[in-house]
């Protein structure tokens, strides 16, 4: 089995590929250890020290470094949990979890709205940032302020404010007339 990685425009997150199905459908994040009981891949990456977050995609795997470790020490230790586990033949998710679109429901009077906002996340933002590693999903929408959860990469990436106001918000307000700003939530 040959992973390849790849750089993120976070300095603290690197993407795994393995070359398989990683999630056949939606996300997961894991964002500490204690969030990974559903899942034994993320378990076992959890195991390698220095490993503060993981992500994952439907054929990536993102992991989070801690400040006080270098890439250079713990990667190795990465690619052999990652690769042992798909020699292991255990699933990714364990037993009833399953990974979701990762948008929050919304019902009541702005509902075409978030709609059309979920739409164009998904059709426009969602494929491009997961190519850095990464998610964003809708969380709220009041009074015209869009409210995003970013997710992997994107999680704490120093450019995020930028793809978020300059980007993501931009191209909202452009198709969306209702939307007049959009904020990160952290979840």
Request: with cysteine; glycine share 12%; proline share 7%.
């Amino acid at each position: 089995m040959f992973i390849q990685t790849e750089s993120t425009p976070n300095p603290a997150t690197l993407k795994f590929l393995p070359g398989q199905t990683v999630l056949e459908s939606g996300t997961a994040d894991f964002p500490s250890p204690d969030a990974a009981g559903t899942s034994p891949l993320a378990g076992r990456i959890f195991a390698v020290q220095g490993v503060s977050g993981v992500f994952f995609g439907t054929d990536f795997v993102t992991v989070t470094k801690g400040e006080t470790v270098e890439w250079d020490h713990i990667k190795p230790s990465i690619l052999g949990a990652i690769m042992e586990h798909y020699q292991s033949g255990q699933p990714v998710m364990a037993g009833e979890a399953q990974p979701g679109s990762g948008h929050a429901d919304h019902s009541g009077p702005d509902a075409e709205v978030v709609g059309q906002i979920k739409e164009l996340l998904d059709t426009r933002v969602r494929p491009a940032v997961a190519q850095d590693g990464g998610d964003i999903t809708f969380h709220g929408f009041e009074r015209g302020v869009v409210y995003l959860h970013m997710q992997g990469a994107c999680a704490g990436c120093p450019s995020s404010t930028l793809t978020l106001k300059m980007g993501i918000e931009n191209l909202l307000r452009h198709y969306i007339p209702e939307v007049t700003e959009v904020r990160p939530v952290a979840v």
